[in-house]
């Protein structure tokens, strides 16, 4: 699985890293950014949960 944040749609809410941090890191642009290439499949669904979480749906996963 892949996920992406559409850097134009984040607003910096810090809630997607805090439901999935091996998946989302906060940067010093005050955005969310994804850890890495492929999601590890042991952080799929807080990617997804993450995905459904996400205020502003700044949020892909496929
Ligand atoms: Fe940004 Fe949404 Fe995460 S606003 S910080 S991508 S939950």
């Given at each position: 699985m892949k996920a992406?944040?559409?850097?134009?749609?984040?607003?910096?809410?810090g809630l997607c890293p805090s439901i999935a941090p091996e998946?989302?890191?906060?940067?010093?642009?005050g955005k969310a950014h994804v850890i890495g290439d492929e999601v590890p499949?042991?952080?799929e669904?807080?990617?997804?949960?993450?995905?459904?979480?996400c205020p502003v749906n700044a949020i892909t996963t496929e």
């Open positions: 992406k944040v559409d850097q134009d749609a984040c607003i910096g809410c998946v989302f890191e906060m940067r010093d642009d499949q042991n952080a669904n807080d990617a997804k949960e993450a995905e459904g979480s």
